[in-house]
């Protein structure tokens, strides 16, 4: 067994699972997602926001099984992304505020970099719910994006680190010798 250390939060994106329940993993992806398997110090966490993706799922068999998968991850606290600003609000049974809507400064800018929302918004989750790594399968909207604005990334997010599951056993072997 790897070394144990401290506890290493890992944010799966929705595709890992999605992937997993319909067999669509690469054979090197799924062996290296077996090795992580073996550190009991790897956690792995999501949101509030798979659930609500795998929720759209039109196929009823399918949208339960992922329903159950998700149930079995470690959830960290969803943060809002957005609050309101000025006016006054009516926060109970009438949830309406007449203030300002202001996204939250880390949303934003990773919006500029991964314009589809749904990214965004796991990404930001990830990032402040203390999490080490985005684990993700999603090489073109994701994994490229990252490195090809890491810059940038490092500024806003600099404790969180993009990785596929090849590419998180590679930095975990590395770190254990």
Partial sequence: ???????????????ILSNLRADKIIEEQLISLDKICN????VFVTSNKMLEEFLKTT????????????????????KPFSRFEGGFSFPFKFPISFGKKVEDKLFSS??????????????YQAAEGGCKYFMTLD???ILKKAKKFSTQLNK????????DPTTLIDKLLKSSS
């Fill in 39 to 42: 550190y009991e110090n790897i």
């Fill in 139 to 141: 090489r073109d909207s």
């Fill in 59 to 78: 196929e009823d068999r399918i949208r339960i099984t992922l329903k159950i998968l998700y149930k079995l991850l470690t959830k960290i606290p969803s």
């Fill in 156 to 163: 806003i997010c600099p404790n969180l680190e993009f990785v």
């Fill in 1 to 15: 067994m790897p070394n144990e250390k401290l506890t290493i939060k890992v944010y799966l994106d929705t595709c």
């Fill in 110 to 123: 990773l919006k500029v970099i991964f314009p589809h929302k749904d990214d965004a918004e796991h990404i």
